[in-house]
């Protein structure tokens, strides 16, 4: 744990005390976000500190030229920025004459920040005496709207609590904004038209390049004392700014309140040339209803979220908050309402990584969707990569592979792919594998079965023939080999044989041809529209066959473990226990090439293939590999924890599940890996979620029965999750001494809990 300053509480993420040193951090870790668009913490008043100043909306991107590799032949042309759209929470105040800045004022006092999760806002108070020695007391509070998720708002209060005061409100649209990982200092906007209509305010801009067109929006009302008062704005206009000037005399005690409302429309659900009449439509609702009735909607979406997603924990305060900021983060990022939409590793809090989609959403966030939403947020999520397809064949070709076969991207936005490191972008393949391991996930979890005739076939075999391609035969060995990867494990680089990808590989390949033959016999129809479609041949299948059944597999005799790639066992093999603690992260303190020599995994890696396939291992060979591997892990991953916790769990390893629990979910808040400020770890997320449903809940689906073995930190008195199962919503709350499920709703369900069959009826409690 590297900071320990936010204030434990069950639903809130609280901020007590004033710390420009601190500011940076805070506005990742209160970022806001409603699926559409999302915004870091930072304040709306001027504030001359370091800051990380960000809004963001979803889907809108700029290919921005890699800096390496662009000259070499297949290497990606670009790397996606996630781009810093125009700012519309702005509001500059004057205080006679005086600039209102927390990082320059003579004082600052009784400063506290919330974030919500229940209620879903995020609030701001402190008391200010300015240089001139007027003091103020200012309450704020700002969300981001779910019912209308083109729009937030935000009220802004100030209390003169000295004297009398002539108090400038100055709410703006600023387009003069950049990207903070900008390879080239690109221009990454066009302004096209800034215009004012009564006391509404538009910036036109669009994209470069991608020429995405948005229109930025504002629409501010003004009360003394809670009472309405209508000012004549001052309207200034600069090349990429525009502002309105609201001032009053405010006499000592006496409230001034400014209410803003703002956001974004874009081309990407309206027309482009109707995106000023779009903002008008959605400032209207928004105005009418005015702020506490928005806000009361805000309460009662956010409600219904947390009817289906809550985990409560008793008797462990940060273990609490904790799984309730991992929920509530990634519901800011993702709903599931819109499929063309994914699950970008920063969500909107900032903008390291680029891209929105990587392997997590198929390996740790399809879960969370699957049992926390209605079944077609799943299903979105595969159709996701299904429209992407053509692009991920573009991509095979572009390195080689021919036929039909599929490379999907580690890092996209539209399907190509865009990362910009060689190691990642040619060598980290097994990405393909999570992608068919989530089309498998989603059938055995949801029973849907239609989505795999219907579209996910075509996305299977793309991926057997890129692994049947990418696959060489060894005469050395006798045994197919996979040679010049990147496993899970990013410290290892090109090399040979990695465990995971040749396993995972020998089951995309299996899995493939048993659901060729599967939907042969049962959907002759979509059979023969796919055949034709992809143009597969019987004797293609025959490749596929052989190199499955004769990949090669490194092992030790001496240890009795799989390698996890050839060579791993003439490492200096010295345990992470044996590291000084000033070496960490060693991905801060050490040369890469320290780090490729040395025997240290960023996350799981064999594991990782453990955890995907653990009805394939027994348990003893789950706790040797587990035994042998874990030592030697670093977790600077933020993937690492959850499949540990998980993991141990299964062990019955509780204290050490527990404490791979707490850094999962406390990784942010409590800043283990010493770099929150650069954004939160939002699909590591859903690990989280499933450290303590799949974890400690033991959850699976075995032989179409959902399965429970529950059990208990010792640090928790109970605790207790729900979960959407074919249609039925199931309650499950554990205790020390027992297991109680409820069925919230649909039909009576036969569920195992420790090899037991039960059943249990719609709102009644079952005890086991």
Known sequence: ????????????????????????????????????????????????GPTFQGSYIAGVYYPDKTKVGWWKKGYPEYFAKVLNAPNWIGIHITIDGEALDLYSCKSVSDFKRELNMKEGWLSRSFTATLKNETTVKVETKRFLSLTLDEVGAISYNITLLSGNAKITYS??????????????????????????????????????????NTCTFMQSQCFINGTGTKLSPTVAKLEKKISFQYSAEIKQNEIFTIHKYGGYTSDRNH???????????????????????????????????WETSDITIKGDVKAQQGIRFNIFQLNQTYLGTDSRLNIGPKGFTGEKYGGSTYWDTEAYCLPFYMATK?????????????????????????????????LYPMVTMNGEECHNEWEITFEEIHRNGAIAFAIYNYYRYTGDYSYIPEKGLEVLIAIARFWEQRATFSTHKNKYVILGVTGPNEYENNINNNWYTNYIAQWCLNFTMETLDKIQANYSEDYKRVINKVALDPKEIEKWKIVANNLYFPFSEEHNVFLQQDGFLDKELTTVDNLERS????????????????????????????????NQFSREELERHF???????????????CVHSILAAKLDRMDQAYNFYLRTSRLDLDDYNKEVEEGLHITSMAGTWMSIVEGFGGMRVVNNT???QPKIPKQWDSYSFNVIFRNRTVKVTVSPKETQFTLMQGEELQVSVNGKLISITKNNITTI
């Open 374 to 406: 209605n079944q077609q947020v799943g299903r979105n999520l595969l159709e996701y990569r299904y429209n992407h397809l053509e692009k991920a064949i573009e991509n095979g070709e572009k390195l080689g592979f021919t036929g039909g076969a599929a």
């Open 271 to 305: 027309d482009k040339d109707n995106l000023i009449p779009a903002a008008k439509k959605v400032l209207f609702k928004a105005m009418d209803m005015g702020f506490e009735n928005f806000l009361e909607a805000q309460r009662i979406a956010w409600s219904q979220i």
């Open 583 to 614: 070496q960490r992260p060693i991905n801060q303190k050490w040369s890469w090439d320290r780090i490729l020599r040395s025997p240290y995994i960023k996350q799981a890696d064999t594991l990782q293939g453990f955890y995907f396939f653990e």
């Open 627 to 641: 035994d042998f591997y874990e030592p030697f892990t670093v977790h600077e991953s933020s993937l690492s924890p």
């Open 171 to 212: 709410p703006y649209l600023d387009a003069g904004i950049t990207n903070e990982d900008s390879n080239w200092d690109d221009k990454f906007w066009e302004i096209t038209n800034i215009t004012q209509e009564d006391d509404m305010a538009f910036i036109e801009a669009h994209t470069l390049k991608t020429n995405f």
């Open 706 to 708: 959902l399965t429970f």
């Open 1 to 48: 744990m590297n900071q320990d300053y936010i204030t434990p509480n069950e639903w809130s993420i609280i901020e007590e005390g004033f710390n420009p040193e601190m500011v940076k951090s805070s506005e990742s870790l209160f970022s806001i976000g409603n699926g559409a668009m999302g915004q870091r913490a930072n304040f709306e008043e001027q504030y001359s």
